[in-house]
């Protein structure tokens, strides 16, 4: 059947609507503080084979990650046995995973009696379960330190929650009632999106429907096959290090070749370090989410992202290195840190393929200062400096590249948790020098009013700055800080204490590099 | 009848002299500017170019109005001000150890993708002009470090040597006691323009509360200009007439309050054709209606329960957050000026690129060259004529769309055909924004539509989208301009309030929302009619993010108003439960009822009821059509209704048309 044009666009309309409409759906039902006032979530329809069709404008990282999940469930779970109003959940690594905390709830959607799309809702849970509150546990050897890995698991069916599944996550994790709700959000997210789904069959028809489905993953295809035609063709090396993997002290280093040739490239990623001790480890999925990212970001921001993104794309990853790791090793932090890691040697290869379209490295951190006071947790993120570029200077505290979840503003944050914020500020000149200067870190202080607490950091750029291009300078290092007793002492960037009242908690993030000699 | 068949909710404060008066109201687009006049119960409308200035509207509304008038006004003086960047230069004044607020934000980037742009727009105060003075309260509104006077000395002769034109106060926690912030702007108010939190948006998060309160500080020097123009063309045509603006909220706000809260004007022009939706849907009964407002470059919609808009806070102009109480608008960049353009691989788009008023669509003959949705419309018939003296001319338009139509293969009918069901298909996603998204079925919503394009398109959405009515009112051209007239004195208001449902002190919060109904009515200063009152709280379940409006009346208790919030989480989330829940802020809505009823244009002359035919039917005189069934074009010399295929029209006592399927 041909398409005509006004029909395409009416329905791709109705589909990103639907992908759009997910995240606030579930931004409004959820209840922990990271998913209602952080925002950390995203969502995607699939087609029936599971290959992302549209996603919101949401979370780069979980974007690439959210590609593989439904496909990785459908080897898992056979398409015969999914049944309408089944919902999965599932946080295991090698199901399209990132890491832990970061829950998809994956529903079957049905049309005329047979699987026609996936609806994803990723969230990321506040704690689930583990050594530590909050399941960030920096010093963590094996998956298991941080907690419950949910193979693909039915926890909601047509005739509503499996309770027996349901309570044995429930039991794994801390603040159960708080979780259940955030299930409960997740779940009725994907109820709403398959209720609209069938609205839009209704009123296209499924086969104009897949064709459409069809037709945006081939633009993107083509958009991503123009851009790299643009590229020159060679082999572009890139490499960059984190500080340690939380165990030891040594850097751990990614490397990728970039080859293009025509309008394909591969990223080979084989050269880079081995297997982490500690949870610096990632999958293969976020090193093509990484790609993915880089390739939008300096070849096409207008490319949707969606599966014929990745197809022109090989990513290649070692079995037993730090990409792709084996099933037992930790991970929590490779998610946000070992994936700005590989976004920056990325953008080091790049840099000598298209100097102009690559600014240089900043704050490629959560900088994650997680508090555990009684059953609370906040789950803070830090943003830092961004890098300079050709066109101009980098920008003070803001997220970069992977990420983009917000700050809770102090007066939520006094009002919720035993802790007062004394300082939130920028750190001036922590941008690095240049012809166009890097953008500064931040600065927030935090006094604990509790009796005891526990604080868990995760962040990086404390040893390696941020670096600065074309001739710029690197941007100030990020550091932690604790102050006691009136002494201040300086805390591993990947750690975690135990903290009493009247700590002081100083988080300084670090600054962009800068571009060309000042 | 001018009175509403739906109550309005709320109840009478304290009975005051009503003075009903006749008004003007004034509305200003891009091309042109609005007026209605209403008087007596009957309303006249004119349109003049925009270029030609408010004086000119009004010199002409003279001769069509006796005595004095009140003359409201819809205004996007200060929208355009912030859109362009000319804000006043402004210091802000925050805790100490908290100047960087604006420059931090919420830390996020408002692009995922373009490392080209800047990650988010520059603040409204540049962070040399931020200040921090050593006090603080805590989260209670206890004071843990005390403001001294020294230290207010040593701020006010800093931002005094600063030399601004504008100071905005935003201290942490003012929401829970005021007391530093207001003793920091006595000392400041010495001949700058001054803009004090808790006084513009008394509501916790304190990012956005002061960005709201820096960027209405830097647009108060401007809005003085604006006004004072604006007095003197009022003064010219009628002496002593009292002025109002429209605010964001669809009510209108006196001139001197407008000064002081610049920044409630930025939804100004849509809240006045909300405003008129709701007198309209009131009249009538409709319990949800959305109202379809599509102009020359954008088409606005927003809901409205039992006559009530639905109301948002957090929009986002410019780039800047702006937390105030408006109508929940949702604007899509698809009007009558949207360009037609296809893609890099080929797709067809419609905007969100306008032609603007020049050189505006191809048929407007200034000189446009590129296809937009008026130009299908001329091409598909579906024009009846067009306001303010502009001829279309169908052979540009035929032309424009053939190039669109040979990059896809189509025809030019074709093209124009693809055009018009693409922007159709963008009104539909809005239409289901603001609807399905809350909860609500848009197939039993009435869609009132209006603005040039709005009733030409509304009937083909509404077919597609399932809905039964569409309502295009009477004067449905210069609808927003009507909305003005019938606008209400009113004032919104919001202030953070947390407790826990379950363990509340109920007087406490009753006591709350008597203090908060208590300031406005103060603010009103009420000398014009009978004061009601809408008072209502925000209600969430325990660590959730959104919070739902519960109305309260004096009935209300907690145990009511727990039932209530369960029905309306399960209306709009499609589920409830037992979770504990909390109250987060207090509202009030306070306006002043002047018995101003509707007003319906004076009945059209006799003439013929056909006056002409198009490829897509017969073009009939709209105010001379009692009953017609689609394809139909009901025009009159500002307006033009398309009655489509499987829809029949009708047009009720007033001039208003129904359209309804067959």
Known sequence: MRLDPAQLEVIREATTAVAEEMKFDLMRTARSPVLREAGDLSCALTDAAGRTVAQGQDIPMHLGVLSFTARRLLETVPPERLLPGDVYFTNLPACGGNHLPDVKAIRPVFADGSLAAFAVALAHWPDVGGALPGSYVPYAREIYQEGLVIPPTRLFAADGPCEEPLRLVLANVRGAEQRRGDIQAQ?????????????????????????????????????????????????????????????????????????????????????????????????????????????????????????????????????????????????????????????????????????????????????????????????????????????????????????????????????????????????????????????????????????????????????????????????????????????RKALRGKGSIELRRDDVVIVETAGGGGWGAA | MLYDRFPVRGNSFRSVKTMPEARVGVDAGGTFTDV??????????????????????????????????AVVAGTTWVTNAVLEKKLARTALVTTEGFADVLEIGRQARDDLYDLGRSARVAPPVPRELCFGAAERIGPDGTPLVPLTSKEVERVAAAVRAAGV????????????????????????????????SHRVSRERREFERASTTALNAAVIPLIDRYLRAQEEAIADSFPGAPSFVVHSGGGMMTVARARLLPLATVMSGPAAGVAATARLARRFGLARAVSVDMGGTSTDVCLLRDGIPVSARDRRLGGHVVRLPAVAVESIGAGGGSVAWVDDVGALRVGPRSAGAVPGPAAYGRGGVEPTVTDADVLLGLQGGVGGGLELNEELAREACARLGSRLGLSAEEAAR????????????????????????????????????????????????????????ALSSTFSALGCCLSELAIDDVRTCLARLDQVDWPRVERELEGLVGEIAATLENDRGALRVFRSLELRYRDQNDTLEVGVDGESSPAALRAAFAERHRSEFGYATDEPIEVTAARARVWIDEGTGWAAPAPAPRGDVEVGETVFGPVLRRGAVKLVEGPAVLADALSTVVVWPGQTAHTDEDGNVWLERA
């Open chain 1, 187 to 487: 779940a009725a997210t994907t109820s709403i999106a398959d209720k609209r789904l069938q609205e839009v069959f209704a009123a296209h028809g499924l086969e104009a429907v897949r064709e459409v489905w069809e037709r945006m993953q081939d633009e993107s295809e083509q958009r991503v096959r123009r851009a790299l035609a643009g590229v020159p063709d060679g082999r572009y090396e890139g490499e960059d290090a984190l500080d340690d993997d939380g165990v030891g002290n040594e850097p751990v280093t990614i490397r990728v070749a970039v080859m293009v040739t025509g309008d394909r490239a591969v990223f080979d990623f084989r050269g880079s370090d081995p297997a982490a001790r500690g949870p610096v480890n990632t999958t293969p999925f976020i090193a093509a989410a990484s790609v993915a990212y880089v390739v939008r970001a300096v070849l096409g921001p207008e490319i949707a992202s969606n599966d014929g993104l990745l197809r022109s794309l090989e990513v290649l990853t070692e079995p037993g290195s730090l990409l792709d790791p084996g099933p037992a090793a930790p991970l929590v932090a490779g998610n946000h840190e070992t994936s700005q890691r590989i976004v920056d040697a990325l953008l080091r290869a790049l840099a000598q393929a298209v100097p102009e379209r690559v600014v240089a490295g900043g704050m490629g951190s959560s900088g994650l200062a997680l508090f555990s006071i009684g059953d609370d947790f906040l789950y803070e993120t830090h943003a830092g400096g961004s890098g300079a570029s050709a066109e101009r200077d980098g920008d003070a505290a803001v997220r970069i590249h992977m990420s983009n979840v917000m700050n809770t503003p102090t007066e939520v944050i006094e009002t919720e948790y035993p802790l007062r914020i004394e300082r939130h500020e920028l750190r001036t000149g922590s941008g690095g020098a240049g012809r166009h200067r890097g953008g500064d870190g931040l600065r927030r202080v935090y006094r604990v009013l509790a009796k005891e607490a526990r604080l868990t950091t995760m962040v990086e750029r404390a040893r390696i700055a941020p670096w600065g291009l074309a001739g710029g300078a690197d941007g100030e290092p990020s550091a932690v800080w604790l102050e006691r007793d009136g002494e």
């Open chain 2, 36 to 69: 209605v006049i209403a008087d007596g119960g009957t309303a006249q409308s004119l349109k003049v170019p925009t270029d030609a200035g408010l004086g000119e509207g009004l010199a002409r509304s003279r001769r069509l109005v006796a005595g004095s008038p």
């Open chain 2, 165 to 196: 034109e504008a100071v905005a106060v935003c201290l942490l926690h003012s929401y829970a006691n005021p007391e530093h912030e207001a003793r920091l702007a006595a000392a400041l108010d010495d001949g700058v323009a001054l803009s004090v």
């Open chain 2, 418 to 473: 693809a055009t018009v069901e693409v922007a159709h298909a963008q009104i539909e996603r809005a239409l289901r924004l603001v609807t399905v998204r809350r909860g609500h079925d848009l197939r039993a919503c009435t869609l009132v539509a209006y603005g040039g394009a709005g009733p030409m398109h509304a009937g083909a959405v509404a077919l597609s989208a399932g809905v039964e009515r569409v309502l295009v009112p």
